[in-house]
Structure formats: C-alpha cells, structure tokens
C-alpha cells in the first residue's frame, strides 16, 4: 500500500493535537532521554485553558516546558515512573512531582487498569519507512505494551508522534504503524540528548574488582546506570573473558566498548543468540549512532526484557546494579531514603530476581559501604535498620550478593545471625561493632554464634 495519502492526511500541527487534550485526561510523555518539543510546547501554552492533566514521565533528563509553565502543578500534575537526577533537582525546587512505585516488567499491564488507561500519547519518531512504520528510536519501554490493543488501550488512547529526521532507527518491536495513529507533526531534526559516563570513583573501582573475581565466560550481562557498571564494563572489555551476552534493561556505552573489543557476541546465549537486547538506550552520541541500524542490536518491550521468566533463560545472567542502602537481614533500598524518593525499582528486582534462576546465574547489588551528607558527617550503608518509609527494591528473601569496597558476600539462603555477620564483614570497619551491638539487642546475633 502507498500510505502518503494517509500521511497527509494525519499531518496536523502541534497545536492541533494539543488542543485534543481534555480537562482530567492522563497524557504520556516519550520516555528517558527522547522528546517531543513541538507537542511539550503546545501543550504548555494550554495551561489557562485546562484543569487537572496527569502528565507521566520516565526518567525525565530535561525539564520539559509544562513544568516550565506550571511549576506550583496547578493544571498539570507530574509524575515521574523513575526518579532521575533532573526530577531530584526539580523536586528540589519546589516542583510537586510523585513517584509511581511499579515493577518495571509490570509497567505496561498496570495502564491496563482502568483509572490508569491514558487518553493521549506524545512519541517522538523517525520518519515513516515504505511500510508505513515509524520507529521510536532507542527507547521501547512500556510505550509499545501501551500501543498495542491489549486491553483495548490502543483502540481508545490518541496517539501524536512529532517527527524527528535525527532519531537513530534502531531494529526491534519498537514502532507504531501509521493506521495506529491519530496525527503527525513534522518537528524539526534535532539530536538525541546525550549522556555523559559518570566517571567510577575508587570506590566503584575497588567494587569492579571483587565483581570481576566471580566473573565467566559466556556470562550474559545487565549493568545498571552509574560509573561502576560502567567501569565493570571496562574492566571486562580490557579482560582476557570471551563470547559475553547482552540481555538488559538500559543498553550504554560500555556494551559498545565491549563490542569493539571482540568481547561481545552474544553467541552463548539461549535465546535472541547473536542479539543484544535491551528496552532503552542511553549514552553518548557515538552510542545512539552504534545503535543506528545495527542488525545485531534489538530494542523489545520491557515485558519482554524485563520479564524474570525470559531474562532467566539464558544461563549465567550476571546482574549488577547499584543501591542505597541494606538493612542487617540483608533488605536492600535502591530508591527512597525514608519517604524522599531518590530513584525508582526499575528492573532492579527483575533482573536480581531473575539472574537467581538462570542457570550459573549471580544478582549483585553495590554500593560504597559508607555516606558523606553535606555537612561532612559519614554513616553506614549498612545499617540495623532503614530509616522508616523507606521503599525497599528488593526484599531480604530474594537479595543475592551485596558488594561494597571491602568484599562481596552472598547472602541467599543464610539465617539471621550468619546475614548479620556476612554484612558485617563488608561494613566500614568504624561501623561493625554498632551494627553487630543492634543485631544483638534485637535478639538476632550472639557472640557465641561466631564460628
């Protein structure tokens, strides 16, 4: 078929699509480091017209020109699925934006329940291919679960994609059909927003290491966002381990270094063999252009990377993630300090959860044993207990390996008292004999326990 005619019959203005947002509606924005300018814009011009718009974000990495607009949330209400640096900054400043606590790999099913169901969708795209697809770039997530007509969401939800020549056309689920959507606006080119690497501290460096001890060959990798992943990937890609998988959530750069350095093949894997799959990328702009058009790349649903039951089908999944902080029994908190949100779940759970049924499968959560505040005093991440609200990621019956700079330990299948002295083992030496006198106030520790 020749969509043109359909093409232009779509092309609307920004404004046009805008104005088709309702007082009370739920509006979806493009997530992580993808926007829709045009439509951000026309959207923020409304703010005197409209009452009560729940706007969802994903990671947000700019400050979008709705909370611009209405930064007291007046009109429109923000809430962010996982808390980034910019939403922390943003909260800072007073702007009223909530966390939406969700399992990643379960994203997409809860805009099925009905108080949840969104009334329009906002996709940035690359221009339409012969077929009558438009690609969303590095960036699947839980828009394609959304897109798709389970649950009737993609029959009743509008969808607006703005047009952006620049988006890197990535291989995977990740598209929308023109027959799907409700208008076209031609934005002008404009390239994605790059990230820079966080450079690993010797902290991170010292973590890598202990990691890299229990490292194999043909291990399928899913590092998580920070300096130390990415210096885990560095370390492999200087390394003399081979034939590397990549399943993850978020694909950054130090798979494309490993890539370069013959390191990556994906050739060991049980499923997607030759392929490194992921949900969303983020990274530099070398990145985005790695990813352009490579066949051996592909960008899936989050229900689909994230799912325990998937991920764990390939043997060896070695899944490594930062976090704040862990409690005695070994409780772990990667995203809220008591009730100040700092991040989200994520895939965090999913790919912990799942690396313990994969096959030579290990899950490690990292972190420096010790934090500074601002004015200079430094505690424990390893703690008798967390501070009261706060979220924990992942629960002490599924926790793995805990790392910090002084070991790695795993703790699955331990009882109290031997939790308490493995995470002991890895505490700030100043903080061991405090978190040992707790677990023996609370009756879980003796000193007579010790072998």
Request: charged share 20%.
């Given at each position: 078929?020749?969509?043109?005619?359909?093409?232009?019959?779509?092309?609307?203005?920004?404004?046009?699509?805008?104005?088709?947002?309702?007082?009370?509606?739920?509006?979806?924005?493009?997530?992580?480091?993808?926007?829709?300018?045009?439509?951000?814009?026309?959207?923020?011009?409304?703010?005197?017209?409209?009452?009560?718009?729940?706007?969802?974000?994903?990671?947000?990495?700019?400050?979008?020109?709705?909370?611009?607009?209405?930064?007291?949330?007046?009109?429109?209400?923000?809430?962010?699925?996982?808390?980034?640096?910019?939403?922390?900054?943003?909260?800072?400043?007073?702007?009223?934006?909530?966390?939406?606590?969700?399992?990643?790999?379960?994203?997409?099913?809860?805009?099925?329940?009905?108080?949840?169901?969104?009334?329009?969708?906002?996709?940035?795209?690359?221009?339409?291919?012969?077929?009558?697809?438009?690609?969303?770039?590095?960036?699947?997530?839980?828009?394609?679960?959304?897109?798709?007509?389970?649950?009737?969401?993609?029959?009743?939800?509008?969808?607006?994609?703005?047009?952006?020549?620049?988006?890197?056309?990535?291989?995977?689920?990740?598209?929308?059909?023109?027959?799907?959507?409700?208008?076209?606006?031609?934005?002008?080119?404009?390239?994605?927003?790059?990230?820079?690497?966080?450079?690993?501290?010797?902290?991170?460096?010292?973590?890598?290491?202990?990691?890299?001890?229990?490292?194999?060959?043909?291990?399928?990798?899913?590092?998580?966002?920070?300096?130390?992943?990415?210096?885990?990937?560095?370390?492999?890609?200087?390394?003399?381990?081979?034939?590397?998988?990549?399943?993850?959530?978020?694909?950054?750069?130090?798979?494309?270094?490993?890539?370069?350095?013959?390191?990556?093949?994906?050739?060991?894997?049980?499923?997607?063999?030759?392929?490194?799959?992921?949900?969303?990328?983020?990274?530099?702009?070398?990145?985005?252009?790695?990813?352009?058009?490579?066949?051996?790349?592909?960008?899936?649903?989050?229900?689909?990377?994230?799912?325990?039951?998937?991920?764990?089908?390939?043997?060896?999944?070695?899944?490594?993630?930062?976090?704040?902080?862990?409690?005695?029994?070994?409780?772990?908190?990667?995203?809220?300090?008591?009730?100040?949100?700092?991040?989200?779940?994520?895939?965090?759970?999913?790919?912990?959860?799942?690396?313990?049924?994969?096959?030579g499968g290990k899950g490690f959560v990292c972190m420096p044993s010790t934090k500074?505040?601002?004015?200079?005093?430094?505690?424990?991440?390893?703690?008798?207990?967390?501070?009261?609200?706060?979220?924990?990621?992942?629960?002490?019956?599924?926790?793995?390996?805990?790392?910090?700079?002084?070991?790695?330990?795993?703790?699955?299948?331990?009882?109290?008292?031997?939790?308490?002295?493995?995470?002991?083992?890895?505490?700030?030496?100043?903080?061991?004999?405090?978190?040992?006198?707790?677990?023996?106030?609370?009756?879980?520790?003796?000193?007579?326990?010790?072998?």
């Amino acid at each position: 078929m020749n969509y043109i005619k359909e093409y232009q019959n779509k092309l609307m203005t920004a404004d046009d699509a805008a104005r088709t947002v309702k007082n009370g509606d739920f509006v979806m924005y493009p997530h992580f480091a993808i926007k829709t300018p045009l439509l951000d814009e026309a959207l923020a011009m409304r703010k005197m017209e409209l009452e009560d718009v729940k706007i969802n974000f994903v990671t947000l990495t700019y400050m979008p020109e709705v909370i611009k607009a209405d930064p007291e949330g007046e009109v429109f209400i923000f809430r962010d699925g996982s808390f980034s640096a910019a939403t922390r900054g943003f909260c800072k400043m007073g702007i009223p934006i909530v966390a939406i606590p969700s399992l990643y790999h379960e994203a997409g099913r809860n805009y099925e329940i009905e108080q949840l169901k969104h009334d329009v969708l906002f996709l940035a795209v690359t221009p339409m291919d012969d077929k009558g697809y438009f690609n969303l770039g590095p960036s699947s997530s839980y828009i394609v679960d959304m897109i798709k007509e389970r649950g009737g969401i993609g029959r009743s939800m509008k969808i607006f994609v703005e047009v952006n020549a620049k988006l890197p056309r990535v291989p995977g689920d990740n598209h929308v059909h023109i027959s799907q959507v409700d208008g076209i606006i031609e934005g002008e080119p404009e390239d994605m927003m790059a990230i820079p690497k966080i450079p690993p501290t010797a902290v991170d460096k010292k973590i890598a290491e202990h990691i890299m001890s229990e490292m194999v060959d043909g291990a399928c990798l899913q590092l998580g966002i920070g300096g130390m992943p990415n210096y885990v990937g560095s370390m492999l890609a200087d390394s003399d381990f081979k034939d590397l998988g990549c399943h993850t959530e978020m694909f950054v750069d130090a798979y494309m270094d490993l890539y370069n350095a013959g390191k990556l093949t994906n050739k060991r894997k049980n499923i997607d063999v030759g392929k490194s799959v992921f949900t969303f990328a983020m990274g530099s702009r070398k990145l985005y252009e790695f990813l352009s058009n490579n066949l051996e790349v592909e960008c899936r649903s989050v229900s689909y990377t994230n799912n325990p039951f998937i991920i764990a089908q390939n043997h060896n999944v070695f899944s490594i993630c930062s976090c704040i902080a862990v409690d005695m029994m070994g409780n772990v908190s990667s995203e809220s300090v008591g009730y100040k949100q700092i991040s989200a779940t994520g895939g965090q759970w999913d790919y912990h959860y799942a690396s313990m049924h994969s096959n030579g499968g290990k899950g490690f959560v990292c972190m420096p044993s010790t934090k500074k505040d601002h004015k200079g005093n430094v505690t424990s991440n390893i703690v008798p207990s967390l501070p009261v609200g706060t979220q924990i990621s992942v629960a002490c019956n599924t926790t793995n390996y805990v790392v910090t700079e002084y070991g790695a330990v795993n703790i699955k299948g331990l009882s109290m008292w031997e939790r308490v002295e493995s995470l002991v083992s890895i505490a700030h030496p100043d903080f061991r004999e405090e978190i040992l006198q707790a677990a023996a106030k609370a009756g879980i520790w003796r000193r007579s326990n010790k072998r």
